[in-house]
């Protein structure tokens, strides 16, 4: 669009100087007519050998030169629109393959944690089984050492027997 205007705006103002350049021409004429002395031009007769092509007037060049900028300003648009199209395309392009490779990339991810989740649960029913027979192996021994600690009361108790009452006091419990 920027460029669209800058070519119109050159267009114009060359169409302008040119206009001006034209009615300043015949003033000069007049003036130089004005100042010196009237002398009657010759008057010459001739005949043309051959038909004269008028050279074009100064609306007819603004109008050709005003064609010719319209023509180079569509070949633009053209060529831009063409240049939009062809990038338009290599991006959709590159949108699709980064598509692609996105949704490999998440099947790949989504394997993966399939495998860790396997892993990870087959890890987590080892610990479990470690678990049993360690809290196993823990009973076992709280019972051994409660065994072994109850023995060992029951021979200082005397295994639930009284012992005998002395018949006699001792001496040591005489007053």
Do not use: W, Y
């Amino acid at each position: 669009m920027k460029k669209t205007r800058s070519h119109l705006a050159v267009i114009a103002a060359v169409a302008s100087l040119s206009f001006l350049a034209a009615c300043s021409e015949g003033e000069d004429n007049a003036a130089v007519n004005n100042n010196a002395v009237e002398t009657p031009a010759p008057v010459v007769e001739t005949q043309p050998a051959s038909p004269v092509a008028t050279e074009p007037t100064t609306s007819e060049k603004l109008e050709a030169d005003a064609e010719k900028a319209n023509a180079e300003v569509q070949e633009k648009a053209d060529e831009l629109k063409e240049s939009a199209d062809r990038a338009a395309d290599a991006t959709e392009a590159k949108a699709e393959e980064l598509k692609d490779d996105a949704g490999d990339k998440g099947d790949d991810l989504k394997t993966k944690a399939d495998r860790a989740a396997d892993t990870v649960g087959e890890k987590a029913t080892e610990l479990k089984d470690a678990a049993g027979r360690t809290a196993s192996d823990i009973g076992d021994a709280i019972k051994d050492g409660a065994s072994k600690a109850d023995d060992a009361i029951q021979d200082k108790v005397g295994n639930g027997v009284q012992p005998q009452a002395p018949a006699q006091p001792s001496e040591e419990a005489k007053p």
